[in-house]
Every structure is written in C-alpha cells, then in structure tokens.
C-alpha cells in the first residue's frame, strides 16, 4: 500500500461504523474493532452472518466519515476473505468499551449478558487483500 493521506489506525481506532458487504448480495452496519491489521466484529446465532461467510467468504467493507460543516471527507475500504472464528471476551471488551463506554453496568443487556453469555457468540475477522485509504476532502460552499 502506497503512503496513506491521513493515520489509517487513528482513523479505524474511533468508534465508526462500518458497512459490510457479503453473499446474498447483502449490506449491513456493524461495529468494529481494527487490531491486529485485521478487522474483528461480533457475530453469533442472533445473525446470519456465520451462514453468508461459509457460502462465500468474500467480502468488502467500508469505514468513511463526512463532515459538511468542514469537508473533512476520509474513507478505510477493504476487501478480502472473512473467516468464523473463536469469541475472545478480552477482545469483546476493547471492542464494546470503544462503542459503549467503559461503564458496563450501563451497557443495554443485550451487549452485557447477551454477548459474554451466548454460546454461539463468535467473531467473524477479515485480514484485508486490499485496503485503500482515500482523503476526498472538500472545500465546503457554506
């Protein structure tokens, strides 16, 4: 990859949402976690995701932010073969705090007992084959 315009890991280190698109031909919002260079979302029994990815793992996402008021326009898109893996409740953790705070006990339900005590809960994972990193900022009219 090329020198990225902007800090892609500050940028994926916030908490964005990303669009993910798998087999079906589906699109879906999900909350994320970059570590590792990969990025790492939840999934379980609740989504048909775990279906989709083992039908066909091939995947694309996009992470973007837009800011009319300044034309700050930065864009993460990847793409490359998502895989089922093994739930790691550390890493559920990092991932929920960045969303939800560090609070817990003022986390919605679903994400308290609902994730750490399903026993379907998974991660799905996608190590990006292509990752391009855009800066199509803009000089706003306002």
Do not use: H, N
């Not at 999900?30 to 999934?43: G, H, S």
């Amino acid at each position: 990859m090329a020198a990225a315009p902007f800090d892609v890991d500050a940028f994926l280190a916030q908490p964005l949402v990303a669009r993910l698109a798998a087999a079906g031909p589906t699109v879906r919002p999900i909350w994320f976690l970059w570590e590792d260079a990969a990025f790492w979302w939840l999934t379980g029994g609740w989504s048909r995701i775990p279906a989709l990815l083992e039908r066909d793992p091939a995947v694309s996402l996009v992470v973007d932010t837009c800011d009319l008021s300044t034309g700050r326009t930065l864009q993460v898109t990847a793409s490359g073969r998502a895989e089922v893996v093994a739930f790691d409740p550390a890493r559920a953790r990092r991932k929920l705090v960045r969303y939800l705070g560090s609070d817990e006990d003022r986390w919605d339900e679903r994400f308290r007992s609902g994730t750490f005590d399903d026993p379907s809960t998974r991660w799905a994972r996608l190590v990006p084959d292509r990752l391009v990193v855009r800066d199509v900022s803009f000089s706003p009219s306002r």
